[in-house]
């Protein structure tokens, strides 16, 4: 089984300090490609789970296929 959640992912920084910031991802079709993902290893259903959007070749995009890859 295979599904491609398609649309923009969102770039979250948020404060841990005053001159710190954490880099996430978040949005509504990223966060249901994650969930999903969990969710199907949590349950043992074999699916391949995909994300399509649109990225430049900036380090920042770079840095979001590598947390992407995590998940």
Known sequence: MRALCVGE???E????DDSTMR???A???YNTA???RRAADH???DIDVGYRTGLGTA???TE???AWARE
Request: glycine share 12%; hydrophobic share 50%; charged share 10%.
């Open 13 to 16: 920084l948020r404060a841990i």
């Open 43 to 45: 349950l043992n259903v």
């Open 34 to 36: 994650v969930y999903l």
């Open 23 to 25: 880099v996430g991802y």
């Open 27 to 29: 949005g509504d079709t």
């Open 64 to 66: 979001m296929r590598a």
């Open 59 to 61: 380090g920042s995009s």
């Open 9 to 11: 992912c969102m770039v």
